[in-house]
């Protein structure tokens, strides 16, 4: 996943030996270096997040939040959750109104639905899997 930190872009997918879990109250990180928590904090449009002593801005660099949005066919997590069932794989050929995946967030089911005709460009998640607001989910590409 790619996002912005202090306007540095960074690609946490080079870094898989970190591992971000959001609880109601901070973030834990888990690293080869160990567990550690940090406070992430909204203010003014902005997020920033206190962690080892330091203050860092992030950002999300996906695509929507670049100013696209699902009538372009991409999808990002609108808050943290779990992915309960994937009703599609890449590749795939859908059509308007058919269910993608459904997420789960605060005990509440969000079905993700394809909003035109087209394919499965990019499928980013598997069922049972955990994401953070903002995570790219699918991306449908319309029929030509």
């Known amino acids: 996943m790619k996002w912005n930190v202090n306007g540095e872009p960074i690609d946490l ?5 970190i591992e971000l879990q959001s609880l109601p109250d901070r973030l834990v990180v888990r690293t080869s270096e160990g567990v550690h928590s940090a406070l ?3 203010s003014g449009g ?4 206190s ?8 950002s999300k660099a996906t695509r929507l939040a670049a100013g696209k949005s699902a009538s372009d066919g991409s999808f990002a997590a609108p808050m943290p959750g779990v992915v309960v069932d ?3 794989s890449a590749g795939a050929n859908v059509v308007k109104g058919q269910k993608l995946l459904v997420l789960e967030a605060m005990k509440t089911q969000q079905p993700i639905v394809a909003p035109f005709d ?3 460009e990019t499928l980013s998640v598997q069922k049972g899997d955990q994401v953070i607001e903002g995570q790219p989910l699918v991306t449908v590409t319309a029929n030509a």
């Open 118 to 120: 087209g394919t499965i």
């Open 13 to 17: 997918t080079v870094a898989p030996e």
């Open 40 to 42: 992430s904090i909204r």
């Open 46 to 49: 902005k997020t920033l997040v």
């Open 51 to 58: 962690y080892r002593g330091r203050t860092y801005e992030v």
């Open 86 to 88: 994937v009703l599609t």
